[in-house]
Nanobody, 127 residues
Framework: QVQLQESGGGLVQAGGSLRLSCAAS????????MAWFRQAPGKAREFVAA????????YYADSVKGRFTMSRDNAKNTVYLQMNNLKPEDTAVYYC????????????????????WGQGTQVTVSS
């Protein structure tokens, strides 16, 4: 069982930046593909970004490409989401997720392939 804990959310003005962190209980986090999803009020949860388990390839939703950067620090068992030039439409609860299968790629934007989830952290962007 992998436990994930997000942090770093908060209130920021449009154009500002935040860095989200997701700390994992597992020491072999490097063997799992990881992702960030978000859910705005009244909307379905949507894919934001993912990082592969092998050579740290990253994948982004079109809506955040060029503004968000996902990275991982295997020594700290932590993944990050650097969010720049934030917009009001980025307001949501952001969730960190890890795939259940190790050394597995699959579909990075399919939430059904992620078995472990954090509790979420709120990001609010004011206009």
């Amino acid at each position: 069982q992998v436990q994930l804990q997000e942090s770093g959310g908060g209130l920021v003005q449009a154009g500002g930046s935040l860095r989200l962190s997701c700390a994992a209980s597992e020491r072999t986090l490097s063997n799992r593909a990881m992702a960030w999803f978000r859910q705005a009020p009244g909307k379905a949860r949507e894919f934001v970004a993912a990082i592969s388990w092998s050579i740290d390839n990253t994948y982004y939703a079109d809506s955040v490409k060029g503004r968000f950067t996902m990275s991982r620090d295997n020594a700290k068992n932590t993944v990050y989401l650097q969010m720049n030039n934030l917009k009001p439409e980025d307001t949501a609860v952001y969730y960190c997720a890890a795939k259940g299968r190790i050394r597995y790629s699959g579909n990075f934007n399919d939430e059904n392939e992620y078995n472990f989830w954090g509790q979420g952290t709120q990001v609010t962007v004011s206009s």
